[in-house]
């Protein structure tokens, strides 16, 4: 009894062990997910503002939106891309550990220009404009370079697998095709077989045999010709047989003389 009740606590206890466990894991995903999308919404949010600095704002403050417009920009779609290829081929990872690398670098210059939109002084941060373009130049055709090797890469890919495929449907079409070069001798072979059990070769038109003077000589040559060997023999004519030959029996009764009136 005691037993039984020490395995009912144990097992109570891993339920609400398993219990919490699950619960713990289902809100850490919530808080991620609330999070992200969280962020997102902040980033969203972010490069509208950008975007209507950039077209709305000339002079310093337009000059710093845009460039930090072209660097998140640049720098997202470089992410995407060596994320989406990675999961596909294992050789992006080098690839993304120097995009990671390059983001800090990013990150380090997206602060600076965040913080150079609030500064005052418009001259210095005009004086510093040539270096900030370019550092963003620089990130962003790192960047770039990774993004297009990464896609000229999945698209080599692609287009080796579909020489290749279509190299296999030109195999598998000539041999479906293969059937029309034997068709002509299929059917002259069909043809023979059907005039040879006629008695014909192929191409050949026998005359039909003329009936001959001699009757038994025609039948003769004829029937050698187109009978076979176990050929029939004529029938011959019934011959009446002669009473007085005919062996008589005592059980026999004698046959009475036909009187004439």
């Known amino acids: 009894m005691e037993a039984a009740l020490t395995i009912l606590a144990l097992l109570l206890v891993a339920f609400v062990a398993l219990g919490v466990y699950a ?16 962020t997102q919404a902040r980033r969203t949010v972010e490069d509208t503002t950008l975007r209507a600095k950039s077209f709305g704002q000339v002079g310093v403050a337009g000059e710093l939106a ?35 690398r390059l983001s800090a670098h990013g990150l380090e210059l997206d602060g600076e220009l965040k913080r150079l939109e609030r500064e005052p002084d418009r001259a210095t941060v005009a004086g510093l404009l040539p270096k900030l373009r370019e550092r963003t130049q620089r990130i962003t055709h790192s960047a770039e370079s990774l993004r297009w090797a ?21 195999i598998e079409a000539g041999a479906l095709r293969h059937w029309s070069g034997d068709e002509p ?3 002259t072979s069909g043809a023979g077989a059907s005039t040879a059990a006629a008695g014909r070769g192929p191409g050949t038109d026998w005359p039909e045999p003329e009936a001959p003077a001699d009757p038994s ?45």
């Open 66 to 100: 845009e460039l930090r417009l072209s660097l998140r920009t640049s720098m997202r779609a470089t992410q995407d891309a060596l994320h989406a290829g990675v999961a596909e081929d294992a050789s992006l990872a080098e690839s993304v550990d120097l995009f990671r």
């Open 23 to 38: 619960t713990v894991k289902a809100v850490g995903a919530a808080k991620r997910g609330v999070d992200r999308t969280i």
């Open 217 to 261: 000589a025609g039948s003769s040559t004829a029937d050698d010709a187109w009978s076979g060997p176990a050929r029939e023999e004529s029938p011959q004519a019934i011959t009446a047989p002669d009473p007085r030959l005919r062996t008589t029996y005592p059980w026999q009764k004698s046959t009475r003389p036909e009187t004439t009136n």
């Open 185 to 187: 001798s299929a059917q």
């Open 150 to 170: 990464a896609r000229d890469r999945a698209r080599q890919f692609a287009d080796d697998d579909l020489d290749a495929l279509n190299a296999q449907i030109d």
